[in-house]
Structures are given as C-alpha cells and as structure tokens.
C-alpha cells in the first residue's frame, strides 16, 4: 500500500482517469488509440501515460513502432483493498454512533 498516494495523484487528473477507464473498457490498446480520450497533442498523451505506467497502473508493451498498454490488476486490487478496509471502519463507527444514539433516546 506504499504506492497508494502516486495511484490517488495519477487517477486525480481527468485525462489520466479517462484513460484508465478506456483501458477497462477497452483492453490494451495503442498510445494513438487513446489519444482521443481529450482534446490534447500526442506528446502530451505520451505523458500522461508515463505518469500512469510510473504509479504502476499501466503496463507498458513495445511492439514494432507501437507503445501498448494495459491495466495491471495488481494496482487495483491494492486500491480495492485499501477502500475495504476504510469501509470497516466507517461501518463500525456508524454502528456505535447508532448504539449511542438509541441509549440516549431510552
């Protein structure tokens, strides 16, 4: 979970999450592929991928000319896995906000 805060920042950019959500629609795909994802150059695509492949949410494939990506999984199940564990805790503290709240009104 050490990598969370780079995860957060790369996915806290729309251009980046649309990316993201591309790839999950989509599967790999090419940089050029996912340059229609925002109104911007095919340099500025080019860095908004290396942002997502350095926060380890992208894999990177070189094929010929062609920079594919796609999503690695691992990436997710560690941000699934830090959302869970925070669900917990607000559960458990809205059930004793409840308990609380049915002694005060006995």
């Keep these: 979970m050490e990598n969370l805060a780079s995860i957060f920042s790369a996915l806290g950019d729309p251009t980046r999450f649309a990316i993201i959500e591309r790839l999950l629609a989509n599967g790999e795909q090419s940089a050029g592929e996912l340059q229609d994802v925002a109104n911007i150059s095919a340099p500025a695509i080019s860095r908004h991928l290396k942002v997502l492949h350095e926060a380890g949410l992208v894999n990177r494939k070189i094929n010929r000319q062609q920079r594919l990506y796609s999503l690695r999984?691992?990436?997710?199940?560690?941000?699934?896995?830090?959302?869970?564990?925070?669900?917990?805790?607000?559960?458990?503290?809205?059930?004793?906000?409840?308990?609380?709240?049915?002694?005060?009104?006995?």
């Design 73 to 106: 999984p691992e990436a997710f199940a560690t941000v699934g896995s830090w959302f869970i564990s925070h669900q917990e805790f607000w559960a458990k503290s809205l059930d004793r906000l409840e308990a609380a709240l049915k002694k005060e009104s006995n």
